[in-house]
Structure formats: C-alpha cells, structure tokens
C-alpha cells in the first residue's frame, strides 16, 4: 500500500474494522467481525426494527474512490457512534486485489455470486465470494425490515452519465421505487434495470432476500489516496444522512430510467465490437446500426435506439463483453 494514505482509507482498504468495531461495541451495539472485511453492527434492542443497510466497495479491486469516501463517513460515525440509526453492514470484496491495484486476481468477483460459477469456481475469488455470500445471508436473515444494499463501483471508461446504477428487476415495485428515489437523492443521473442476473453481488441480495439493491457508478477508477471524491460527494451525503435518521427523505430529482435491450456475450475469440473500447458509456448507436460481430453471430440494435454500457470486449470467451439498453418511456 502506498504511504501517505490517510490511515483510514489504509485500514478499510485493508479489511481492518477493529477501530471501528470497539467504538461502536462501547456505544451497546451488536458487533460481528465475521471475517475480514466484513463489519455488522446490529441494535442490541429487538424492540427496534430498523432499516438493515449493507454497503460493500472494492468488489473490484482497482475502484478506489468508494473506499475512500466510506473511510470518510466511517471515520465520522466512529467518533459519534450512538447517531447510527440503521443496522450497518459493511463489506470490503476483494481485499487481495485492492493491495495489488488490480480489478481482480483470478477472476471477475462480481460475478461469482451464484452457486454455478462453471470453470471459474477455482479462482480466489470464488472462496471469497462464498464468505461474502454466508455473511450476507446472516445479516438480512431474522425479523422482517426494510433491507438496502449499495454495492459502489467506479467505471472503468468515460460516461455521458458520470453516475449511474445498475438496479436487478427482480426488485418489487414499490421498493424500486424507494430506492430510485434514494439514488436520485444521492446524484445518481441513470439507473438501468437488469433483468439478466449476471452473478453479481447486488442481484444476489436482490434476488435471495428481497434487498433494495443497486450496483452504482461513481465516476471513474483512480488510484487509492488520490481519487477527486467530488462525483462521490452527494452519494456520501445522502448515505451520512440515512445512516443517522434510518429515513429517506423526499426525492426531488430521479435518474432516467433504461431497460436492458440485448447482453452482448462474447462466444469466441473471434469476437468484435465495430466501436473503439474507449466508447463512453451510454453511447447511442442508431436503429439496425452493427454493434458486434462474432463469427457468425453478427449483433445488430433494434427498432429504436439503444445505448452501449460496459463495452469490454476483452473478457474470456463466455462472459459479458457489453449490454444495451434503452431508455424508459
Ligand atoms: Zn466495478
């Protein structure tokens, strides 16, 4: 780890709570360390039913900029540790690859939450996700509360929306609809409704236990200790201020809405997208333009308009290599 980190962004980076953990032990909370990484930090009243709010950055080793901002809101908390008004669990993914700067070690964490992980269940990051998975299946189990869960990211190209969210379908309509509103509170501009569950860590909490769940975009990858936090700003202070009233306040602005179109699955190693891999996301390409080829297999956009998100062609034959979407009317 660099020096010069504040200490920290050191020691969420590096799956240290016990700082942390002995605040809010000392203030009568219910604290589990569960393993590395993973804090809860549960009201010891069961008089109580608060919203359970699960936070988890660094799924994705080279996205730093939630790390530091949750340092931030973690550092503030533990020195006022009695203000927290929701059940907290925080989780750190892949600390390995965070140490080395890398998206990963293996393989792709973010898409290892699901029981069939094909030729992928060897990689480190499937013991990983299996403890991430066992952690979060104990915190959102027991009495029934409003469950939330953020998962922050930060996007590896450019974006016509700098924030945006990837929110599972599976979601009911009326929690959608809560958490749209909270992701428009915290400045996020678009939010796309998936409804292709990819293995990632916000459709299984969706999916397996009804969470409020978002994958979100905060801008752009840096490198730890020296991420420009502004785009990450508003989202911290609308988590700050969730975190201690437990209450989500009225939304004034929504972010646009889009529904996956097509998943680009690259097949083979034959596989090409007719853009340059250093396309914004949310890109439009016209009606019926090509959008990749793949040996036989040519992808084309439909009727109307569709916006290109993640295009990375670089993944192993099998995988994602890009979605389309279109916007919501
Ligand atoms: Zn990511």
């Known amino acids: ?106 393989a792709d964490l973010n898409r290892m939450f699901r029981a069939d992980r094909g030729d992928l269940a060897s990689a480190a990051e499937a013991t990983r996700a299996d403890v991430l998975m066992r952690a979060t299946a104990q915190f959102f189990a027991g009495p029934d509360a409003d469950k939330w869960h953020l998962d922050l990211h930060t996007a590896i190209r450019p974006s016509v929306y700098p924030t945006f969210a990837v929110v599972p379908a599976v979601i009911a309509v009326t929690r959608r609809d809560a958490l749209l509103g909270l992701l428009g509170r915290a400045g996020i501009e678009a939010a796309i409704l998936n409804t292709k569950p990819a293995g990632t860590y916000s459709a299984y909490s969706a999916a397996s236990f009804g969470a409020a769940s978002a994958t979100v975009e905060l801008g752009q990858v840096g490198v730890l200790g020296s991420n420009d936090l ?49 396309t914004q996301n949310f890109t439009a390409l016209p009606p019926g333009s090509v959008i990749a080829e793949d040996g036989d297999t040519v992808y084309r956009v439909g009727g109307e308009s569709e916006y290109v998100v993640f295009p990375n062609p670089d993944v192993r034959p099998g995988l994602r290599a890009g979605l389309m979407v279109v916007e919501e009317r």
């Open 1 to 106: 780890m660099e020096n010069g980190i504040h200490d920290s962004v050191r020691l969420l980076a590096e799956g240290d709570f016990t700082h942390i953990a002995d605040s809010f032990a000392n203030a009568g909370f219910k604290v589990r360390l569960p393993a590395r990484g993973i804090l809860q930090v549960v009201s010891s009243s069961h008089m109580l039913r608060r919203p359970r709010l699960l936070i988890s950055v660094g799924v994705h080793g080279d996205e730093t900029a939630p790390i530091e901002m949750l340092a931030q809101l973690l550092a503030v908390l533990e020195r006022g540790p009695h203000a927290l008004a929701v059940d907290l669990m925080v989780a750190v993914g892949n600390m390995a690859a965070i140490v080395e700067g890398k998206r990963f070690i293996d």
């Open 230 to 278: 502004g785009v990450a700003a508003v989202m911290a202070g609308t988590l700050d201020r969730f975190m201690r009233t437990g209450r989500l306040e009225a939304d004034e602005a929504r972010p646009r809405v889009f529904r996956v179109a097509q998943e680009l699955v690259k097949q083979s190693d034959a596989f090409r997208m007719t853009f340059g891999k250093d």
